[in-house]
Nanobody, 119 residues
Framework: QVQLVESGGGLVQAGGSLRLSCGAS????????MGWYRQAPGKQRDWVAT???????NYADSVKGRFTISRDNAKNTVYLQMNSLKPEDTAVYYC?????????????WGQGTQVTVSS
């Protein structure tokens, strides 16, 4: 049973920074991609950023240039460094891990961590 555990959320003022962590219960090389999604109250869950096994990254336009996703393979952990935070970044942030070599692909989710940005 794959477990993903997020941490690092909290309350921060606009313009501030937070770093989220997502620890996996197994070697993260077993996942083709890992990423972050977020869900604001009353809204759908939106994709934020992804990092592949090879280290390639992609970002949603809304966070490009402010957020950085990275991984530490030795610690089986993925990070999301969030800078220049805005009130509209307020949401529950979820870690995602995907194995695309299954049909259909298998998605694993963490329990979420709350990020609140005050104006």
């Amino acid at each position: 049973q794959v477990q993903l555990v997020e941490s690092g959320g909290g309350l921060v003022q606009a313009g501030g920074s937070l770093r989220l962590s997502c620890g996996a219960s197994e070697n993260i090389f077993t996942f083709n991609t890992m990423g972050w999604y977020r869900q604001a109250p009353g809204k759908q869950r939106d994709w934020v950023a992804t990092i592949t096994n090879g280290g390639s990254t992609n970002y949603a336009d809304s966070v490009k240039g402010r957020f950085t996703i990275s991984r530490d393979n030795a610690k089986n952990t993925v990070y999301l460094q969030m800078n220049s935070l805005k009130p509209e970044d307020t949401a529950v942030y979820y870690c995602n891990a995907r194995k695309t070599y299954y049909a259909p692909p298998r998605d694993y989710w963490g329990q979420g961590t709350q990020v609140t940005v005050s104006s």
